[in-house]
């Protein structure tokens, strides 16, 4: 366990020498490698944000329970302890036909009801929704409608539907464009500067295996060397999206603000941010596992 | 304890090598393998670490059939193999130290240890002092009395030497049979190709004379 621990650190030793001692070749690997994690990793990013603006905008539409206006106060009760049991909602309030009478002469439309004695307007619970599934509210819908009392359940899932569809579009699109372009990139860069690492210590390897070599010592540096540069990249990515959400937070929220709507961008917090580094990490050792297996049958 | 048991090998180039060798070197043995140039005493060598393999035929040593070993096996086989080639492999951008260092970093010697093998190995070739050079600054006869030097670090029970006085001065190369003679008498197996036989020839070692491939004299 020792004799492998100290092979390790020397792999490791030997893979920071090399690393450093070539710091341009290091520097522009490195960036190009982080520029091509940054489309992934800020993918990632925005999709958390995408799905919290998802949750948050499907939260607003409401559905109108309009009573019968034959209804008596024991099934208005029975709608009022129905809704109160049902967990999908996030809260509901009820509207009386003479506040909903108020209301609308408030509004400037009273002259829309000049000629009519009586209040046509019906009692009205409104209801918000809890979750972003039309699906389940579709079944809510159905399943109120049913109630004894209720003539008409108003709801726009259309809407809802469009909008859900829009953001599942935005973010796998996002997610499918970062990985479809970030991670070729990195894998070519790894197999560039690995392929060029292998090539410049042609001649240790070759010695290395006249000495006795195994080839897993062989390759041992090369896979630190991958993890080392991978790990530098997912820093470089990390800065890059850090940088990018700070510079994008105010000119986005104008946007949403335009619309009306709350967009907020979110840095990557200490866990998205490990994560970040870790998976970069892994790609890098995976990367140089599969060159390293590759070019060094050359020798 | 080597054998070689008819052993041929012919390049993919169609070139013959050796044809039909057969010869047994006892441990401790000393012998020197002559020829013309091209008759196949590089090759017979490289045989022995599995660098090459036979066409045909059987290489053991030590009881192991190299001919058959399997790839993954071939590292620990050259672990208890001296090699000094031709050419003498030393890492340019690697001191002295560091180049002895290396085969025992493959083997998995602790630090300590390591140091006091690199500290005999220099002595025993006389490079006490050069550690911290670099080959590029070290004199013909020196690059090879450093390969010697990690050669035998590991305290290999065959040493191989392949022309290893070779564009040296007659002193150099003096030395260098010395030293080859000094491990041979230290209980080393040493087999060395060479041309110059009178190096070798005060201490009556056993010769092999290849032409053409062929073994015409043991």
């Known amino acids: 366990m020792r004799n492998w621990l100290t092979l390790h650190l020397r792999a490791f030793a030997y893979a920071l020498r090399r690393l450093f001692g070539q710091p341009f070749g290091t520097l522009l690997s490195v960036l190009v490698m982080g520029a091509a994690l940054t489309l992934p990793a800020g993918g990632y990013i925005l999709r958390n944000d995408i ?85 389940r509210f579709e079944a809510l819908l159905a399943k109120m409608q049913s109630w004894p009392g209720v003539v008409h359940v108003k709801y726009d899932s259309a809407w809802v539907k469009r909008l859900a569809a829009l953001f599942e579009l935005a973010r796998v699109t996002a997610l499918g464009l970062s990985v479809l372009l970030g991670l070729p990139l990195l894998a070519v860069t790894l197999n560039t500067a690995v392929r060029l690492q292998i090539l410049a210590q042609k001649d240790e390897i070759e010695v290395s295996r006249l000495l006795g ?43 949403g603000e335009t619309y009306g709507i709350k967009i907020a961008l979110s840095s990557p917090n200490w866990k998205e941010s490990l994560a970040i580094v870790a998976i970069a990490a892994a790609l890098g050792w995976l990367g140089t596992a599969v060159s390293v297996r590759r070019h060094l049958g050359w020798f | 304890m080597i054998i070689f ?42 045989l022995i670490p599995a660098i090459e393999r036979p066409t045909s035929g059987m290489v053991q040593i030590n009881e192991q059939n190299v001919s058959r070993m399997p790839k993954r096996a071939v590292p620990y086989l050259r672990r208890n193999i001296g090699l000094v080639m031709q050419e003498n492999h ?19 010697h602790p630090q300590k240890e390591a140091a006091k093998r690199v500290g005999a190995a220099l002595d025993l070739v006389g490079l006490s002092g050069r ?23 590991n305290r290999p029970s065959v040493l191989i030497a392949d022309d290893p006085t070779a564009h040296l001065s007659p002193a150099y190369a003096s030395e260098i049979a010395g030293i080859l ?24 070692p056993r010769q092999i004379v290849l032409d053409h491939g062929r073994l015409v004299e043991q």
């Not at chain 1, 909602?89 to 036909?97: D, E």
């Not at chain 1, 993890?227 to 000119?251: E, F, M, N, R, Y």
């Open chain 1, 51 to 135: 799905a919290t603006l998802m949750h948050g905008m499907s939260s607003k539409p409401e559905i109108s329970l309009f009573l019968d206006n034959e209804a008596d106060s024991a099934q208005a009760d029975a709608i009022r302890r129905g809704l109160q049991d049902e967990p999908q909602l996030a809260s509901f309030r009820f509207v009386s036909r003479d506040e909903a009478l108020k209301q609308l002469k408030g509004s400037g439309l009273g002259d829309v009801l000049g000629g009519i004695d009586t209040n046509p307007l019906p009692d009205t619970f409104i209801v918000t929704l809890r979750g972003n599934d039309p699906k």
């Open chain 2, 5 to 46: 048991d008819s052993v041929t090998k012919r390049y993919p180039n169609g070139c013959m090598a050796l044809d039909e060798v057969s010869f047994r070197v006892e441990p401790d043995e000393l012998v020197v393998i002559s020829g013309h140039t091209g008759a196949g005493k590089s090759t017979l060598l490289k």
């Open chain 1, 213 to 255: 070599a195994t080839n897993r010592f062989i390759r041992r540096p090369f896979y630190w060397f991958g993890v080392l540069q991978g790990t530098l990249s997912g820093l470089v990515a990390l800065a890059a999206v850090w940088a990018g959400t700070h510079a994008l937070a105010i000119p986005v929220v104008k946007v």
């Open chain 2, 90 to 108: 030393l890492l340019p951008d690697r001191s002295v130290y560091d180049n002895i260092l290396l085969p025992l970093i493959i083997n998995g």
């Open chain 2, 131 to 153: 550690e911290k050079d670099f080959p590029t600054g070290l004199s013909g006869g020196e690059q090879r009395r450093l390969a010697i030097a990690r050669a035998s670090v």
């Open chain 2, 181 to 204: 003679r000094s491990f041979n008498s230290a209980g080393v197996t040493v087999l060395v190709a060479t041309h110059d036989i009178a190096l070798f020839g005060h201490w009556s």
